[in-house]
């Protein structure tokens, strides 16, 4: 159902339909002047303005009066709280044989220069009825477009009224202050209409007699309206207030109408009877709203590279704005981070409104890098990664370091590397991994080794621990061809070991095996004189001590027995390793040469003991010879000295070990001297 409301206040209709936002002013005849103010908001308005109609007559006949002029204007350009001024024309009076034109309608912009929109009245009614010649004319309109006229100075362009006998015919839109003249026969005369607060123009080409005097100014009760035109007297002209009636000695003729103006367009007429009116129409605006979007949002987690617009609409222009939590006052607010932002507005009416928007960003762009595959073997080239991004803005570029562009890297050495990935917004995240490779191929050449415990023995074994390289490993010791970690069953040497690993690498170190030094068993040994005096004494070398002795027969365990009689014994050596030697060693008897003893200090015999060689040496001159005899008494060597004085060497190292006496005999068969040796092999 639509709902109309009528305020009627000061001569001023407010009407407003369902659409709230079309809105009216109707202003009615006060006979003052009135005012609107455009209202907040409002940039453009339109005019319909009706003029009066022209007025009755009372003579013989009741002739029709013309009617007012109704004129619309198209939209015109008003600015927010401008005031515009308005008169609103009258019905035009009743005269005995013609009534007065009606009064015009005006609009104009508030000042004193521009009129907006003027409505001619209608012409006063005629004498006679029944002929449309002696009828009031209609107020009229016209499309052309004016210069602006000035208000209050008339203008220089006229016009001829009404032809004869048609009962005074509206002023013209080109002459906005003019009204047509009429006669009351046919042959009336079309006089000019007279300018304001003038008498009227119109005359009868007969007599030339006057025509009704117009009225005032626009002011008071005056009219852009011309003087009615008869023959001797016609009807005032239309006004403000309508014109004055026809008077005279023959008031034949109706009253002329008022002028009309028709601003720039193409305005609608219409036609109006009685008083007139001035309706203003408008459009409120809607209500102030706003609409705030995201142009852009962050494109980089963290950053403040983002911007929102706000679109206003309704309210009265011109907006102010301020974004909160920014403070912008633009209506675009830009350098934003994420978050939620407001714009709050506020137009020329001091209406606010608001609207909240949410800028967003990315998760953070993330990048984790993995190695898939470490490098096999030393040295090699078969290592790979591989990585996981998330976050930022699909899709993603990838950089690592040695080249590769994929999300994935292959063919890699040992070594770091950082993946770099950018996503298209070219935020950036990096990460790193470490491929890796087996140690280079490593003996170590601390061998836990084991000696060979005694000469000439084959108890020796050397291990080594392998790292680095790829297992599994190969062995090879040369000599000796083991092929695992350990070598055993050595004798003293070097041994060379070979490894490989899996890759097909190698190294090679060498172990040294040693050994004891033999043992070696010497001895000093007294004869038995017959007393049971006779001694060994041992001395051991080589091998490792310490040493441990076993006699037989005797069972003695030290390296020197003694007190013992003449006769083999024999001694075994066993060292600290295990190791064995033995010796046999024969105490002999002296009995029978006991008492005999060196009795020529010029006789001296080295080394003694001996292995059968000794040393003769005299500081006799003369010739001489060497006996030397056993214990038993027996002769078992003789030989002359090849020099008597210095030193001879001896060698009876075919006689056993034993003691044994020597004489040194000149060749006069005296005695040099004599003494005993012990042979010692």
């Given at each position: 159902m639509k709902k109309i409301i009528f305020v009627l206040c000061c001569g001023v209709f407010l009407s407003t339909g369902r659409n709230a936002n079309a809105q009216t002013a109707t202003f009615n005849y006060t006979g003052s002047l009135q005012t609107w103010t455009v209202p907040c908001g409002v940039t453009a308005i339109?005019?319909?303005?009706?003029?009066?109609?022209?007025?009755?007559?009372?003579?013989?006949?009741?002739?029709?009066?013309?009617?007012?002029?109704?004129?619309?204007?198209?939209?015109?350009?008003?600015?927010?709280?401008?005031?515009?001024?308005?008169?609103?024309?009258?019905?035009?009076?009743?005269?005995?044989?013609?009534?007065?034109?009606?009064?015009?309608?005006?609009?104009?912009?508030?000042?004193?220069?521009?009129?907006?929109?003027?409505?001619?009245?209608?012409?006063?009614?005629?004498?006679?009825?029944?002929?449309?010649?002696?009828?009031?004319?209609?107020?009229?309109?016209?499309?052309?477009?004016?210069?602006?006229?000035?208000?209050?100075?008339?203008?220089?362009?006229?016009?001829?009224?009404?032809?004869?006998?048609?009962?005074?015919?509206?002023?013209?839109?080109?002459?906005?202050?003019?009204?047509?003249?009429?006669?009351?026969?046919?042959?009336?005369?079309?006089?000019?209409?007279?300018?304001?607060?003038?008498?009227?123009?119109?005359?009868?080409?007969?007599?030339?007699?006057?025509?009704?005097?117009?009225?005032?100014?626009?002011?008071?009760?005056?009219?852009?309206?011309?003087?009615?035109?008869?023959?001797?007297?016609?009807?005032?002209?239309?006004?403000?207030?309508?014109?004055?009636?026809?008077?005279?000695?023959?008031?034949?003729?109706?009253?002329?109408?008022?002028?009309?103006?028709?601003?720039?367009?193409?305005?609608?007429?219409?036609?109006?009877?009685?008083?007139?009116?001035?309706?203003?129409?408008?459009?409120?605006?809607?209500?102030?709203?706003?609409?705030?979007?995201?142009?852009?949002?962050?494109?980089?987690?963290?950053?403040?590279?983002?911007?929102?617009?706000?679109?206003?609409?309704?309210?009265?222009?011109?907006?102010?704005?301020?974004?909160?939590?920014?403070?912008?006052?633009?209506?675009?607010?830009?350098?934003?981070?994420?978050?939620?932002?407001?714009?709050?507005?506020?137009?020329?009416?001091?209406?606010?409104?608001?609207?909240?928007?949410?800028?967003?960003?990315?998760?953070?762009?993330?990048?984790?890098?993995?190695?898939?595959?470490?490098?096999?073997c030393h040295g090699g080239s078969t290592g790979a990664t591989a990585s996981t991004v998330t976050g930022g803005s699909t899709p993603y570029t990838y950089s690592w370091t040695g080249g590769s562009t994929n999300a994935t890297a292959t063919g890699l050495t040992a070594g770091s590397y950082t993946l770099t990935v950018h996503d298209m917004n070219g935020c950036s995240a990096t990460a790193s991994t470490v491929v890796t490779q087996p140690n280079a191929l490593v003996i170590d050449t601390t061998f836990t080794t084991a000696n060979v415990l005694c000469n000439s023995g084959n108890t020796g074994s050397a291990k080594t621990v392998v790292s680095g390289g790829s297992s599994p490993y190969t062995y090879l010791w040369t000599p000796g061809g083991a092929t695992k970690d350990t070598a055993s069953g050595l004798s003293a040497g070097t041994y060379t070991l070979t490894v490989s690993d899996a890759c097909g690498a190698s190294a090679t170190t060498s172990a040294t095996i040693t050994q004891p030094t033999?043992?070696?068993?010497?001895?000093?040994?007294?004869?038995?004189?017959?007393?049971?005096?006779?001694?060994?004494?041992?001395?051991?070398?080589?091998?490792?001590?310490?040493?441990?002795?076993?006699?037989?027969?005797?069972?003695?365990?030290?390296?020197?027995?003694?007190s013992e009689s003449a006769g083999t014994y024999k001694c075994i050596v066993t060292d600290a390793n295990g190791c064995k030697d033995s010796i046999s060693v024969k105490i002999k008897s002296i009995a029978g040469i006991d008492g005999i003893s060196d009795n020529s200090p010029q006789i001296v015999v080295y080394p003694n003991p001996n292995n059968g060689q000794f040393n003769i040496e005299s500081s006799i001159d003369g010739a001489s010879s060497v006996e030397i005899y056993n214990i038993l008494g027996e002769k078992v060597f003789t030989r002359n000295l090849s020099t008597t004085k210095g030193t001879n060497t001896i060698n009876v190292g075919n006689q056993p070990n034993g003691v044994y006496l020597y004489r040194i005999i000149s060749d006069s068969g005296d005695l040099l001297g004599e003494g005993r040796i012990a042979i010692q092999k």
């Open positions: 339109t005019i319909n303005a009706s003029a009066g109609s022209g007025g009755s007559s009372t003579g013989y006949a009741y002739d029709t009066p013309g009617l007012g002029a109704t004129i619309t204007s198209p939209a015109i350009t008003v600015t927010s709280g401008h005031t515009i001024d308005i008169i609103v024309g009258q019905v035009g009076v009743t005269g005995n044989y013609g009534g007065g034109g009606g009064g015009g309608s005006f609009v104009w912009d508030g000042s004193s220069t521009t009129l907006l929109v003027v409505a001619g009245g209608g012409g006063g009614a005629g004498y006679y009825s029944g002929s449309p010649d002696y009828n009031g004319g209609n107020g009229q309109t016209n499309t052309a477009t004016l210069n602006t006229p000035t208000l209050g100075v008339p203008n220089t362009w006229t016009e001829a009224g009404g032809s004869g006998g048609n009962g005074g015919t509206g002023g013209s839109a080109e002459c906005w202050d003019a009204g047509g003249g009429a006669g009351w026969s046919s042959n009336g005369g079309s006089g000019s209409g007279g300018s304001s607060g003038t008498v009227g123009g119109g005359y009868d080409p007969a007599n030339g007699a006057a025509g009704g005097t117009g009225g005032n100014s626009y002011a008071v009760n005056g009219g852009y309206g011309g003087g009615g035109g008869g023959d001797v007297s016609g009807g005032g002209g239309g006004g403000y207030n309508g014109g004055g009636a026809g008077y005279g000695c023959y008031p034949y003729g109706g009253g002329g109408g008022g002028g009309s103006y028709c601003i720039t367009g193409t305005p609608t007429t219409t036609t109006n009877s009685g008083n007139g009116s001035v309706i203003i129409t408008w459009v409120v605006p809607a209500a102030l709203s706003v609409t705030a979007t995201a142009v852009s949002n962050v494109s980089c987690h963290g950053g403040s590279n983002a911007s929102a617009n706000a679109v206003v609409t309704g309210g009265g222009s011109p907006y102010t704005y301020l974004w909160t939590p920014s403070s912008q006052t633009n209506a675009t607010a830009t350098g934003l981070s994420a978050g939620t932002y407001t714009i709050g507005v506020t137009d020329a009416c001091g209406h606010t409104a608001s609207a909240s928007v949410a800028i967003t960003q990315p998760l953070v762009l993330a990048a984790t890098a993995t190695t898939s595959t470490n490098v096999t033999a043992i070696g068993i010497t001895f000093v040994s007294t004869p038995d004189n017959g007393t049971t005096n006779g001694t060994i004494a041992l001395t051991v070398s080589g091998g490792n001590s310490p040493y441990m002795y076993v006699w037989t027969p005797s069972g003695k365990t030290t390296a020197t027995i003694s």
